[in-house]
């Protein structure tokens, strides 16, 4: 017999599930020895690591190291230092290299084809639905988001062009990277980087600088600025922010709908390039999640599901996941799978559709999932745990 | 060293010290070395650095000099400075002049572990140096990974900045790591 919440030991004991999650498995711990053994085994294979200490240095011999350090650490101040003092002919070449360079690079600056003046290069996608309006003027691309969620991959930014994403409560600046942002009643709701940096600054608040990998949600109203950066809603808190709003829970879903009704797919996409290979478009430009499906025609893009769209769609998945909006995330790792069988990470999405089905209770989907997924993938990285969810008595 | 001026770099946060060290006070850097050489020294040790251990301890803080200048302003550069020393073990691992003194390094490893763990009995230290053994077959990325978050308790979202990898794949190290480990280390677990 094996436990269905057995994998939840390591998610604790690497601290990347929730404190509620978290409180609720330790509860379930007591009651459930296979968890209980589990988990001490893995906090016995850490303490038992963390035993085997080094031998720390004497007092004497810190003290020695610190010294060296220090003198060592003077001896390549002095020689940054010293450096200049080169021989003149060294000098001169030096400063001959230097003139070179300054009148290439003024050349270059002042020709036509200069990075500085040509229009940055993205692609903005609205995941589900999304009102966004470009106003790209020359180098600055400039999008302003006033609801939904927005993918965004912009390309390296060269010298002097800028990219901005203004959100109701404060914007985006980016440095050529792939983002998902989501704004809900004016609001910021979250911003997951994969690719990149990006800096968010909030109206009101500190600058945070995201990386690939992290993401920012935002918290419940009573909880801290600190607490702002790499914040997870939990479950419950998903739910009643659900419960709480006016819309149905099924919202985002009737709003793709409408998305399309007004156009013959959901894929809203649009590619843009300025500058050398298209015209520029000095007006305001007014692009909403339906407007902008019919973009790509006009730029000669394409609908089909690319490779480059996987990592934006996965993310998008793990992210409804992550803030506990399991509906969202099973209906968007079942199109992930769908649209991208060949892709690795569709043995992920298999396995979280299993997971996802375990945690709202539905017992039939699990093991249905569960079933597909032993069958998809015999020697994938989950099956043991897949196998264990197959023989647990629901 | 004057006491009143080491008791303060010692007193001084940490994004205050590496502002210091931009400027090019050296007491700083001492300061920096101070707090966190152990946790350096540690480190390269469980990343398997026996050789050369002293030297790669303060490349690691000299390095500090030119990074300090690129320092995020974290509250703690305990992270940062891992970072920096895993980095260092990488650059090190790739060093073609370092070769023959890893293979020296790795013919004499298991009696080096034996010397260095402080143990009271011969059962303990023979335990001991087959847990540091099982740690040092691991794959360096594996090891990375497992030392800098299970060990050393850097989170993971602080490791991955750190490595530059994505969050996932260091759930996904750790967690191959940790089967490796459990598959050799076996009975020695309860």
Redesign the interface.
């Given at each position: 017999m094996s436990c269905s919440r057995l994998w939840q030991a390591?998610a604790v004991?690497?601290?990347?599930i929730d404190a509620l999650d978290a409180a609720s498995f330790e509860r379930h711990r007591l009651q459930c020895s296979e968890c209980a053994h589990e988990a001490?085994?893995?906090r016995?294979?850490?303490d038992?690591?963390?035993?085997?200490?080094?031998?720390?240095?004497s007092p004497l011999e810190?003290r020695r190291?610190?010294a060296?350090?220090?003198r060592?650490?003077?001896q390549?101040?002095l020689a940054r230092r010293d450096a200049p003092r080169r021989p003149l002919l060294l000098s001169a070449a030096a400063a001959l290299v230097a003139l070179v360079t300054v009148s290439l690079a003024w050349r270059v600056s002042h020709s036509p084809s200069a990075a500085s003046t040509t229009a940055p290069v993205f692609e903005l996608r609205a995941v589900g639905g999304a009102s966004f309006h470009d106003q790209s003027r020359g180098p600055s691309g400039r999008v302003t988001l006033t609801s939904g969620a927005l993918a965004v991959h912009v390309e390296h930014l060269q010298r002097g062009q800028r990219f901005v994403v203004a959100v109701p409560d404060g914007e985006l600046e980016v440095h050529g990277t792939r983002f998902i942002v989501e704004v809900e009643h004016a609001h910021t709701q979250r911003v997951l980087v994969?690719e990149g940096v990006v800096s968010l600054r909030l109206s009101g608040g500190a600058e945070h600088?995201l990386?690939?990998?992290?993401s920012w949600t935002r918290p419940p109203p009573s909880a801290p600025d600190s607490a702002l950066l790499?914040a997870t809603r939990t479950a419950d808190d998903a739910e009643k922010a659900r419960q709480s709003t006016s819309a149905p829970p099924d919202a985002p879903r009737a709003l793709a709908a409408r998305a399309d009704e007004r156009a013959p797919t959901s894929a809203a996409r649009l590619r843009r390039s300025h500058g050398a290979t298209h015209a520029r478009d000095t007006s305001e430009q007014s692009v909403s999640a339906a407007s902008s499906v019919a973009a790509p025609a006009a730029v000669g893009g394409s609908n089909a599901p690319t490779t480059s769209n996987a990592p934006l769609e996965f993310a998008a998945a793990?992210a409804s996941f992550q803030t506990g909006a399991y509906l969202d995330a099973d209906e968007r790792f079942a199109t992930f799978a769908a649209r991208f069988a060949a892709d690795p990470r569709s043995e992920d999405a298999a396995f979280l559709r299993a997971v996802i089905a375990t945690k709202r209770g539905d017992a039939a989907a699990a093991v249905a999932r569960a079933r597909d997924y032993v069958k998809r993938f015999p020697s994938g990285?989950r099956s043991a745990e897949m196998q264990r969810l197959l023989n647990a008595p629901w | 060293m004057n006491t009143v001026v080491r008791a303060a770099a010692l007193a001084e946060s940490d994004p205050a010290l590496l502002a210091r060290i931009v400027a090019?006070d050296?007491e700083a850097?001492?300061g920096l070395?101070?707090r966190y050489?152990?946790d350096v020294?540690?480190f390269l040790?469980?990343m398997g650095v026996h050789s050369e251990l002293?030297d790669l301890?303060?490349l690691c803080?000299?390095e500090v000099?030119g990074a300090a200048r690129n320092y995020?302003g974290r509250a703690s550069a305990r992270g940062w400075l891992l970072a920096i020393a895993a980095t260092m073990v990488r650059r090190q691992r790739r060093s073609i002049g370092r070769m023959t003194a890893r293979l020296r390094e790795w013919m004499s490893s298991h009696d080096q572990a034996r010397e260095?763990?402080?143990s009271e009995t011969l059962e303990g230290r023979q335990a001991?140096a087959r847990?540091?053994q099982a740690?040092q077959k691991l794959s360096p990325k594996k090891r990375e990974v497992f030392v800098m978050?299970?060990?050393e308790g850097t989170?993971?979202?602080e490791a991955?900045?750190a490595l530059g990898?994505?969050?996932?794949t260091i759930?996904?190290r750790?967690?191959h790591a940790?089967k490796e480990?459990?598959r050799k280390?076996g009975e020695?677990?309860?």
């Amino acid at each position: 017999m094996s436990c269905s919440r057995l994998w939840q030991a390591e998610a604790v004991e690497d601290g990347r599930i929730d404190a509620l999650d978290a409180a609720s498995f330790e509860r379930h711990r007591l009651q459930c020895s296979e968890c209980a053994h589990e988990a001490s085994v893995l906090r016995a294979l850490r303490d038992t690591l963390q035993r085997v200490q080094p031998r720390e240095p004497s007092p004497l011999e810190q003290r020695r190291e610190r010294a060296e350090l220090l003198r060592r650490a003077n001896q390549l101040m002095l020689a940054r230092r010293d450096a200049p003092r080169r021989p003149l002919l060294l000098s001169a070449a030096a400063a001959l290299v230097a003139l070179v360079t300054v009148s290439l690079a003024w050349r270059v600056s002042h020709s036509p084809s200069a990075a500085s003046t040509t229009a940055p290069v993205f692609e903005l996608r609205a995941v589900g639905g999304a009102s966004f309006h470009d106003q790209s003027r020359g180098p600055s691309g400039r999008v302003t988001l006033t609801s939904g969620a927005l993918a965004v991959h912009v390309e390296h930014l060269q010298r002097g062009q800028r990219f901005v994403v203004a959100v109701p409560d404060g914007e985006l600046e980016v440095h050529g990277t792939r983002f998902i942002v989501e704004v809900e009643h004016a609001h910021t709701q979250r911003v997951l980087v994969t690719e990149g940096v990006v800096s968010l600054r909030l109206s009101g608040g500190a600058e945070h600088q995201l990386i690939a990998g992290s993401s920012w949600t935002r918290p419940p109203p009573s909880a801290p600025d600190s607490a702002l950066l790499v914040a997870t809603r939990t479950a419950d808190d998903a739910e009643k922010a659900r419960q709480s709003t006016s819309a149905p829970p099924d919202a985002p879903r009737a709003l793709a709908a409408r998305a399309d009704e007004r156009a013959p797919t959901s894929a809203a996409r649009l590619r843009r390039s300025h500058g050398a290979t298209h015209a520029r478009d000095t007006s305001e430009q007014s692009v909403s999640a339906a407007s902008s499906v019919a973009a790509p025609a006009a730029v000669g893009g394409s609908n089909a599901p690319t490779t480059s769209n996987a990592p934006l769609e996965f993310a998008a998945a793990m992210a409804s996941f992550q803030t506990g909006a399991y509906l969202d995330a099973d209906e968007r790792f079942a199109t992930f799978a769908a649209r991208f069988a060949a892709d690795p990470r569709s043995e992920d999405a298999a396995f979280l559709r299993a997971v996802i089905a375990t945690k709202r209770g539905d017992a039939a989907a699990a093991v249905a999932r569960a079933r597909d997924y032993v069958k998809r993938f015999p020697s994938g990285l989950r099956s043991a745990e897949m196998q264990r969810l197959l023989n647990a008595p629901w | 060293m004057n006491t009143v001026v080491r008791a303060a770099a010692l007193a001084e946060s940490d994004p205050a010290l590496l502002a210091r060290i931009v400027a090019g006070d050296l007491e700083a850097l001492g300061g920096l070395f101070e707090r966190y050489h152990h946790d350096v020294r540690r480190f390269l040790l469980r990343m398997g650095v026996h050789s050369e251990l002293d030297d790669l301890v303060q490349l690691c803080f000299l390095e500090v000099i030119g990074a300090a200048r690129n320092y995020d302003g974290r509250a703690s550069a305990r992270g940062w400075l891992l970072a920096i020393a895993a980095t260092m073990v990488r650059r090190q691992r790739r060093s073609i002049g370092r070769m023959t003194a890893r293979l020296r390094e790795w013919m004499s490893s298991h009696d080096q572990a034996r010397e260095e763990l402080p143990s009271e009995t011969l059962e303990g230290r023979q335990a001991e140096a087959r847990l540091f053994q099982a740690l040092q077959k691991l794959s360096p990325k594996k090891r990375e990974v497992f030392v800098m978050v299970a060990l050393e308790g850097t989170s993971g979202e602080e490791a991955a900045a750190a490595l530059g990898i994505p969050l996932n794949t260091i759930w996904t190290r750790l967690h191959h790591a940790r089967k490796e480990l459990r598959r050799k280390l076996g009975e020695a677990l309860p």
